[in-house]
């Protein structure tokens, strides 16, 4: 006589006599179990989690990424007269002083992505947040010019991290209808009018001076960091898919805490052998010599950006003999063509144009080369608004004709950057984190040769001729997104890496 627990078993004719189906004496007890293997593979997979929580991320990561790349990079701009003074320093030392932030923003990238793609995003937020807070108080101790140097690079080196994981944090949590139109904050957050310079003349305004500012910013990071450390969750579902599964039929963490959020905060634990940890070291160098599609879209993202950054600058510098209300007119204007060019993208031209080519050929995936035609004619546009402005600023002219180029340049770099970024992310699927991070470093590289020697560049050429040399170099790139559409399926078929 089977007992209660013993499944009943049943064979349905002499034909099927040799197969044994076992049937559960309660069904509800197989719906428990059906619902609990359904919601264990919704806690492995983060597209999964509810729709509240992964709004709350995407704001989490775009503030994140709005304090340490606009904010804290440029705060102490406005205070170098304060910095000259107290440190006895001359205007070399000062920019070096300020730019360094900048400078060591440029290195970071290469060994926290990687780091996080074999470790977990979290892990590495948590780490680089924690460095990042701990600098920045440092920093407004400093009673030198050297500690005040070391320390705003190291602020540098531990935010750095902030934007290219932002940008895999939110490919990992959204499908990919809904990450494309995420990624475009972050985007907007790189190439719009820095706001730190206005934050640091608006608190000198109420007698802030650059030590309290520099708290000030402690603060706010230090604020962001409890933020991090108690509502960010490991979003890359390899690291969740191998956290959760049991080896060897041992029972995982989370069933011997009982708790789902156990699994999501000791996500750090995870660890890879020592013998491989200089591979993760030297993936992107290794990526980046294999790949020559990687080489291209991130030297042209990186021009395309830099490029952005010193019409900003240069600009700001050509406006300051007109009023206010014009200067002021002049970095919304980017800023308008930005929110433009967003809107395009995600509401026009991406369901209209790139989705219906994704369900023609739907279950395959589409080309990503399909993408870069948007990128083929905003190139143009975006190299014409160089010499538009450059051409056309002179008291002999309206000062409105210049500052239509303005909202036009903001809208084709931000259409142009998207859909590279998009492209990228197509192309590198399993490695987006050290993809993006080679875009950061060329891009933030370029802006600061140019920051460092601005000084030079203003002293010998007219705006005029700065804005007709990036214009001429933005010419020479427009070929690009052409010939990546030619190419690129050549390039990626001998790929042994990517799709």
């Known amino acids: 006589m089977a007992s209660p627990e013993t499944p009943i078993l049943e064979a349905k004719d002499e034909a099927e006599a040799f197969i044994v189906q076992p049937q559960s004496p309660n069904p509800s007890v197989e719906y428990a179990e059906v619902e609990a293997a359904v919601q264990g593979q919704k806690c492995r997979d983060s597209q999964q989690w509810s729709m509240w929580y992964k709004r709350y991320l995407s704001v989490l990561v775009s503030v994140v990424l709005f304090i340490t790349v606009t904010l804290i990079s440029e705060a102490l701009s406005f205070f170098a007269n304060d910095l000259a003074e107290e440190f006895k320093l001359n205007a070399t030392l000062v920019n070096l002083t300020i730019t360094n932030f900048s400078i060591c923003f440029c290195l970071g990238p290469l060994l926290w992505c990687p780091l996080s793609e074999h470790y977990g995003r979290r892990p590495v937020y948590l780490l680089c947040f924690n460095g990042f807070t701990v600098s920045q108080v440092c920093a407004a101790v400093s009673q030198n010019a050297a500690s005040l140097v070391i320390f705003r690079s190291l602020s540098g080196f531990f935010g750095s991290a902030c934007l290219p994981l932002a940008v895999a944090v939110l490919f990992d949590s959204w499908e990919v209808e809904i990450s494309e139109r995420e990624i475009g904050s ?15 003349a608006f608190l000198a305004q109420k007698g802030f001076g650059w030590r309290e500012t520099s708290w000030l910013l402690a603060i706010i990071t230090g604020l962001c960091t409890v933020l991090v450390i108690l509502t960010l969750r490991e979003t890359r579902r390899p690291i969740l898919a191998k956290f959760d599964e049991p080896a060897d039929g041992t029972p995982n963490s989370k069933e011997a805490s009982g708790s789902e959020q156990h699994a999501y905060y000791t996500l750090g634990s995870y660890t890879i052998p020592k013998a491989s940890l200089w591979r993760v070291i030297a993936k992107p160098y290794v990526l980046l010599w294999r790949e020559p599609v990687l080489i291209i879209s991130a030297v042209y993202l990186a021009m395309i950006g830099a490029s952005t950054t010193i ?49 023609a050929v739907a279950p395959d995936c589409v080309q990503p080369e399909v993408r870069l035609t948007v990128a083929a004619w905003a190139a143009p546009l975006f190299a014409a608004c160089f010499i538009w402005f450059g051409w056309t ?31 990228i992310i197509d192309v590198y699927e399993d490695t987006v984190a050290t993809a993006v991070a080679w875009c950061t470093v060329l891009m933030y590289a370029l802006i600061t040769v140019f920051t460092v020697c601005s000084p030079q560049v203003f002293g010998t050429l007219s705006v005029c001729w700065i804005m007709t040399l990036v214009g001429g170099v933005a010419v020479a790139l427009v070929p690009v997104p052409m010939l990546l559409t030619r190419y690129g399926p050549f390039l990626r078929a001998i790929s042994g890496r990517i799709r």
């Open 186 to 200: 972050c985007i907007l957050n790189m190439i719009a009018p820095s706001s730190g310079v206005l934050f640091g």
């Open 393 to 423: 600023l002179s008291p002999r002219i309206s000062v409105a004709v210049p500052l239509i180029a303005s909202p036009l340049l903001g809208m084709s770099a931000q259409l142009l950057m998207q859909v590279m970024f998009n492209y």
């Open 311 to 359: 019409f900003l600058r240069v600009s700001a510098v050509a406006l300051l003999d007109y009023t206010p209300a014009v200067q002021l007119i002049g970095g919304i204007a980017i800023l308008i063509g930005n929110t433009v060019g967003i809107v395009i993208h995600n509401h026009i031209i991406y369901p209209r144009f790139y989705l219906p080519k994704v369900r």
